[in-house]
C-alpha cells in the first residue's frame, strides 16, 4: 500500500467534518443534504482504506451498501425538498416550522 | 387472665351493667324509632338492668381487699398493649351505682316530662347512649379506654343539650359545650401521650401504683397531672372553662339533672378521684388543682347569687360544688371529694327534677314568676326541692351536711389557712344562694303589686288543682331520691370504710382550735339562710339581694365575671383577626403562591425548552454531533 493508512483516515475525518460543517452551518436544505452525503463518503473512505490495510473484502462491501443508501437517500430527500419548496417557498430550514 | 366468663358472676354483671344500656340504644335508633313507648320501655328495662347488675356488683364486692380486673387485649403494637375491660374497686363501684341509679330515675322521670314529645324516641336513645358511655367510663381499667368513653359522653351530652335542635339557642349551647369540653380533652390527650410516652401503658392500676414513680420524673408527673387535670376542667366546667355549663341548660331539665349530678360533669371530679394516687404524687399540681378549685367555687357561688332561672342557680350551684369536690380531693380528702359526690349527685338531681317538675307545670324558668304562679302549692316537689336545697347548703341530718364537713376537716388539713378561709366563704354563699331561691318561689311577692298579679294568681290557682296526668310518674322519683338524700349521710362511715379502709389506714383527728371548724362551717351555713330569710323570706322583706344592692357587682355577678365576654373578645381578636388571618394570609401568599409559582415555573419552563424545539433540524444535529463527540471522548479517552 503505497498511502499509509494514517493518511487515507486523516483525509476521512477532515471530509468527515467538513461535511458536518455543512450540514450544520448551511441555511439550505440542498446544501444539508449534499454534507450528508459527504459525511457518507468520508466514511466510505474510511472503510475502503480499511479493507485495503487489513486485505478483507468487508470493508468494500459496506462501501457498496452505503452507495446504495446515499442513492436512494438523495433520491428520496430531493423529493422532499422539492415538495418542501412547493409549499414554503424557500430551501431555508429555518421556515419549516408549523408544527412549532 | 382465662377466666370462663359465663361462670363468674361478677364478670357477668360487670358486661350486663355496661353493656344493655348500648344494645337498647341500637335498637331505639335501629328498629323502634317509630314507638315512643315501646323505646322507653326498652330503655328503661336496660338501665334497670344495669342498675340491679350495679348493685349486685356492689353487694357482692363490699369487703373489697383489692381492685379485681379483667381484661382482654385489644390493641398491640410492638411495646404497647392497650387491654380492653374492666376495673371493679371502690370507687368505680360506688359510681357505678351512683350513675344507674341516677339514670334510672331519671329515665323513669322523663317519661312524665317528655311525654308528648315528638322526639321521645329519639331522647331515650340518647339516654341509654349516654348511660352506656359513663357506666363504662366508671369501669375502665385503662385511661385510653376511660378517655374514648369520655369522648362519648361529651358526644351524648351535646346531643341532648340540643335535643330541641329547633331552638337555635339549645344548637348553640350543645355546641358551645362540645367545644369548650374539647378544649380541656385536648389537653387531657396530650397528658394520655406523656404518660404512654413515660410509663409504656395507660393502666390505671400502674399510673397509680409504685410504676409511676419509677419511671417519670417529678417535673413530667406534674407536667402530666396538669394536663390530665385539663381534660378535667373542661368536663367538670371548673374555672378557665365553666361557661358551657350554664348554657347547657337549653336541654331538657332530666337531662340538666342527668348531666349535672352523676355522667358529664360528675366524669371529671370521678376521674380524679380515680387516678388520685397518681395525682398526689405531685404536689405542685395538687396546689393547683386547689387553686382552681377554689376559683370556681367562689366565682360560681357569686354568680348563683344573682340569676333569677331557677335551672341556672343550680347550674352554677354545680360548678360550685364541683369546685368543693376539687378542693377536697386536692387537699388529700380522697373519701371526703369521693363522698361529696356521692351526695352531690342526689341532692343536685332531686333540685333539678324537683325544678323541672315546677318548669313543666307553670312553662317558666323564673323564680319569681314561680312564685307569683302558686307553685308550692304541690306539696311534693316543694317539699323535695327543700330538703334538696338543705342538703346543699350542708344541714345537719341530710347527706349533704356530712360530706360538706368531711370537705371541711380535709380543708382545714392543710398548713394554709386560706383555703380554709375560703372553704367557709363558700359554705356560707351556698347556703345564702339555695335558700333564696326557696324563699322567693315558697313566698309569692306580698300584694303589694296585688292589683297586677291578681290575673296571675287565678291562672296558677286553676294551673296548681289540674296537675298534669304524669304528675304521679314524676313524683315518685323525687320521692326516692329524697330518701337518699335524707338517709345517705347516715352510711358516712360504712362508705368511709369501703372507699379507704384499705388505702389509708387512718386518718390524723384534727384537735384544738380545728375541732371548731364543723361548728363553724354549720353556723356559716345557717348565717347563710338565715340571710335569705332577712332579705327574702320575712313578711315585708324588700326581696332584694345585698348584692342586688350594689349595682356594678351585681353586673359583674350577673354577666358571670365577664367570662364569655372575654371570651369572645379573645376568639374575635386573637383568632379572627390574629391566628385566622395570619393562616389566612398564609394560605393566600404561601400555599396558594407557591403552587401559583411552581405552576408558573413548569409554563416558563416548556417555553425556554420550546425554543431548542423551534423547527430547526440544524439546531438538533448540531445537539446531536455535540453528543456524540463528547461520548466518544468519554469512551475512548
Known sequence: MIVPFSHVLMLAGILFLLGMFCAVARRNLIMIVLGVEIMLNAASIAFVGASVRWQSLEGQSF?????????????????????????TGSFDPGAYNILR | MTIFWTEDATLLA??????????????????????????????????TVSLGCALFLLVRHWNLQRPIQYTGRWLASTSVEIPFGFLLDPVSLLMLVVVAGICFLVQVYSLGYMAGDYGFSRYYAFMSLFAWAMLNLTLSPTILQLYIFWELVGLSSYLLIGFWYEKFSATQAGKKAFVMTRAGDVAFFLGLLTVLVHLGNFNILEMNGPQAVAHMSPAILTLSALLVFGGIVGKSAQFPLMTWLPDAMEGPTPVSALLHSATMVAAGVYLFARLFPFFSLSPTAMTVFLAIGTISMLLASTMAMVDRDIKKVWAYSTISQLGFMIMALAAGGYFAGAFHLTT???????????SGL?????????IYELANHQCRRQRIPTICLLIAAAALSGLPPLSGFFSKEAIMAALAGLSNPVWL??????????????????????????????????PDSSASGHDGSHLPPEYCVMAWPLIILALITVLLGFFESPLKHFLVGRLIAGEAHESGALALVPYLALALSVAGVGLAWIEFGRRGAARVGFVE?????????????????????????????????????????VIDGGIDGMCKGTVEGGRIVALLNSGMIQYRLLVTFAVMVLLSLYFFF
Request: glycine content about 6%.
Open chain 1, 63 to 87: 462501501v457498496l451498501f452505503i452507495l446504495a443508501v446515499a442513492a436512494t437517500e438523495v433520491s428520496v430527500g430531493l423529493a422532499i425538498i422539492v415538495y418542501a419548496f412547493r409549499r
Open chain 2, 14 to 47: 360487670a358486661i350486663l351493667a355496661t353493656l344493655l344500656p348500648f344494645v337498647s340504644f341500637v335498637l331505639i335508633m335501629v328498629l323502634t324509632r317509630a314507638r315512643p313507648r315501646l323505646s322507653a320501655g326498652l330503655s328503661i328495662v336496660a338501665v
Open chain 2, 344 to 354: 352531690h349527685a342526689g341532692f343536685k338531681a332531686l333540685l333539678f327534677l324537683c
Open chain 2, 358 to 366: 315546677f318548669i313543666h307545670c307553670h312553662g317558666t324558668n323564673d
Open chain 2, 421 to 454: 378561709a375560703a372553704g367557709l366563704l363558700g359554705v356560707f354563699m351556698t347556703a345564702y344562694y339555695a335558700f333564696r331561691v326557696i324563699f322567693v318561689i315558697s313566698f309569692p311577692k306580698p300584694p303589694a303589686k296585688g292589683s297586677e298579679s291578681r
Open chain 2, 549 to 589: 344592692r350594689i349595682p356594678p357587682l351585681h353586673k359583674l355577678f350577673a354577666e358571670r365575671w365577664y367570662i364569655d365576654d372575654f371570651y369572645r373578645l379573645f376568639v374575635d381578636r386573637v383568632i379572627d383577626r390574629g391566628i385566622s388571618t395570619l393562616f389566612y394570609e398564609n394560605d393566600n401568599k
